[in-house]
C-alpha cells in the first residue's frame, strides 16, 4: 500500500468516527456510550466481558475504547442482549477473533435469517456464520468469574431478551427490556409485546436489589425505584389498551383516545408506542391475528 493513500484516507475516517464515552461503574467495569446503544466492559489483564456491542459502522471505535480501558485485556466473551443492530454491530469484529458470543438461542434464530418489519419496511439482513453467537441457552447460565445471565422470557422487547448481572459491582445489564429514556420500541414482529414489557420489567424487580445499578441499552443508569416507576407506568397503559382491544377498538382508535396522556409531558410523543403496542395485543391475543 502506498502511503500517500493512508495519508489521504486517515483524516477522512477520523472525520466519521464516533465519540465513545467511558464511565466507571465499579472495579473493572465500565460503561460505554456513544456506539449506537450502552456498551458493558468488564475489564480483565487476560479477559475482557462485553455487553452488546453497539452498531457495526462504529465496532473499530468501540473496539479502541475497550482497549483503552485500564487494565484491559483481549474480548473473550461477548454477551448480545437481543438480535437488534445496535446490539449486534461487533459481532463479525469479535467472531472473526474467536470470541465466545452469548445469545439467547432465539436471538441465534433471528439472527440467521433477513427480516422486514412490518410497519416501516426496514430490512435487517442476516449475519456471516462467523458472527452469530455461538455459545447459546434457553435459561440461564454463569460464567467462571461469577458473571450470571439468564432469560427474560416476558417477551419485553424481543422473544430473545437476556440479562447480565454483575455480583461483585452489583451491575445489572438488562439491553432493552428497560428503556432509560423515550419510548421504547415495541418489536412485536421478533415477538415483544407490551404486556411483556410490564412482565420483564417485574422479572427485572426480582433480579435487582435495592442498590443495583441497572444498565438499559438506552439512555442512563436506571435504579430499582425507576423500575417500579416503570412497571406502573406500562402497567396502567396496558389495561387501558387491553379495555379498547376487548372494545373491538383498533390501533388508530388507540393512539386517538390518549392513553398515555398523563406520561407525554416527560416521555413525549406516544403515538408510534401506542400503535406498535396495540398491534402487539392482536399479535398475542387475537386467535386469528
Ligand atoms: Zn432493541
Redesign the pocket.
Given at each position: 500500500m502506498k502511503a500517500t493513500a493512508v495519508g489521504l484516507a486517515a483524516p477522512f475516517a477520523f472525520a466519521q468516527a464516533p465519540k465513545i464515552e467511558t464511565a466507571q461503574l465499579g472495579d473493572n467495569l465500565y460503561l460505554l456510550t456513544g456506539a449506537g446503544?450502552n456498551v458493558i466492559a468488564r475489564t480483565g489483564a487476560d479477559s475482557v466481558v462485553m455487553v452488546d456491542g453497539g452498531l457495526a459502522q462504529n465496532a473499530g471505535a468501540l473496539a479502541q475504547a475497550v482497549a483503552a480501558l485500564p487494565n484491559s485485556g483481549p474480548v473473550r466473551t461477548l454477551f448480545n442482549t437481543?438480535w437488534?443492530p445496535?446490539?449486534t454491530g461487533s459481532n463479525e469484529k469479535l467472531g472473526m477473533a474467536g470470541a465466545t458470543i452469548i445469545a439467547q438461542e432465539n436471538t441465534r434464530l433471528w439472527l440467521q435469517q433477513n427480516i422486514t418489519w412490518p410497519w416501516n419496511g426496514q430490512k435487517f439482513k442476516k449475519l456471516a456464520k462467523i458472527a452469530q453467537p455461538n455459545k447459546t441457552f434457553y435459561d440461564k447460565g454463569t460464567l467462571d468469574s461469577g458473571i450470571r445471565y439468564g432469560y427474560i422470557s416476558d417477551a419485553a422487547?424481543?422473544d430473545g431478551d437476556l440479562y447480565v448481572y454483575f455480583p461483585q459491582q452489583n451491575v445489572l445489564a438488562v439491553?432493552?427490556a428497560a428503556y432509560g429514556q423515550g419510548w421504547p420500541?415495541v418489536?412485536w414482529w421478533t415477538g415483544g409485546w407490551i404486556g411483556g414489557i410490564v412482565g420483564g420489567l417485574q422479572r427485572i424487580q426480582t433480579v435487582a436489589n435495592r442498590d443495583t445499578k441497572i444498565i438499559p441499552?438506552v439512555g442512563p443508569v436506571l435504579s430499582l425505584t425507576d423500575i417500579a416507576a416503570q412497571v406502573e407506568m406500562y402497567g396502567t397503559i396496558y389495561d387501558r389498551l387491553n379495555q379498547m382491544l376487548n372494545k373491538g377498538r383498533g390501533p388508530s382508535e388507540a393512539v386517538e383516545a390518549k392513553p398515555a396522556k398523563e406520561y407525554e409531558a416527560k416521555m413525549g410523543n406516544p403515538d408510534e408506542f401506542i400503535r406498535r403496542s396495540f398491534e402487539s395485543l392482536w399479535a398475542y391475543l387475537s386467535p386469528d391475528a
Open positions: 446503544g437481543h437488534h445496535e446490539q422487547h424481543t439491553g432493552d420500541v418489536d441499552a
